[in-house]
Nanobody
């Protein structure tokens, strides 16, 4: 399984970015797909995830600002990030779970700074 993340970059506070995660297999074969992030010196944490049944889950710190979605036909998971804050600066990782198997993509760096 390959998960290709893209869309990171430098953005000013209050700005927006959209991350994409392209899978090389049907994303509906996974129980859950989503995004984690890891800031420098901190543990990796869940940002948002969406289940096969389309139920979503968000970290409290991003709820209302970030939206996770998926395009089942293209096998892509998106993370729309609005009202970005400096505290959102981190490496963002795409993640997928199938049963007890976990898959990770490479990170894409998001830097929020003026």
């Amino acid at each position: 399984v390959q998960l290709q993340a893209s869309g990171g970059g430098l953005v000013q506070p209050g700005g927006s970015l959209r991350l994409s995660c392209a899978a090389n297999r049907r994303i509906l074969t996974f129980n859950v797909v989503g995004w984690y992030r890891q800031a420098q010196g901190k543990q990796r944490e869940l940002v948002a995830e969406v289940s096969r049944g389309a139920g979503s889950n968000y970290a409290d710190s991003v709820r209302g600002r970030f939206t996770i979605s998926r395009d089942n036909a293209k096998n892509i998971v998106y993370l729309q990030m609005n009202s970005l804050e400096p505290e959102d600066t981190a490496e963002y990782y795409c993640h997928a779970r199938q049963g007890y198997l976990h898959y990770w993509g490479q990170g894409t760096l998001v830097t929020v700074s003026s």
